[in-house]
């Protein structure tokens, strides 16, 4: 089974502009004398690799642990799109129906318009995903129509994803957000299976 990480490090990505900047604390260290290592970190939600939750932009909106973990898990397609704003022309055009999840290649480099952002929602599309900071370009008022036109759907969003080795195609994704309750988003180790045999056994059996 080969397994391609499409994770980005926290402490070594660049955070969206105004976000807070990851800071890592050494508690305990070994080499001190002491029992253990021990750290702690403090980041935002939506630093490197993360999954946004409809609560992000939407009030009384679903929290990041109510998300369905079915959205992150299973098929998609990487897509290779162009720089810049992506309008509902391209997607009727290339972003094939029937796909459930969809990753956007394009060296962090483009976003959806709001009219395209509508267009997947009503596709009933379960995750959208970039390699950008951001599924939206532009200032507050931009991000925000973007982000309530796809979440208000409930289509789930990763944002910051590395797809430099990802060559587009179909894979098998596997990026369940961290299970933090109430929160408007969360960190991602997310992966890309190309080759993957699933092992089932009959139902009833232990």
């Known amino acids: 089974m080969r397994i391609l990480d499409i994770s980005r490090g926290v402490l070594r990505t660049p955070v969206y502009p105004g976000d807070p900047e990851p800071r890592l604390q050494r508690i305990q260290r070994l080499e001190n004398g002491d029992n253990c290592n021990l750290s702690a970190l403090y980041f935002g939600l939506h630093t490197a690799t993360h999954a946004d939750a409809p609560c992000h932009f939407i009030d009384g909106g679903a929290g990041i642990s109510e998300m369905a973990l079915e959205s992150y898990i299973g098929e998609c397609l990487v897509l290779d799109v162009p720089e810049g704003p992506i309008p509902c022309s391209f997607v009727e055009q290339y972003f094939p129906i029937g796909c459930e999840r969809i990753l956007m290649r394009s060296q962090g480099k483009s976003s959806l318009t709001e009219s395209a952002a509508y267009e997947l929602s009503a596709r009933g599309l379960r995750l959208i995903g970039t390699d950008a900071l951001s599924i939206a370009a532009g200032g507050e008022e931009e991000q925000r129509k973007v982000h309530r036109a ?14 430099t080795r990802a060559e587009p195609g179909r894979y098998f994704l596997f990026a369940p957000p961290v299970k933090i309750e109430g929160v408007d988003g969360a960190p991602v180790r997310a992966v890309l299976i190309e080759d993957y045999i699933f092992w089932s056994r009959p139902a009833g059996k232990p």
Request: hydrophobic share 50%.
């Open 150 to 163: 796809i979440l208000g759907g409930s289509t789930a969003v990763l944002e910051g994803l590395d797809l």
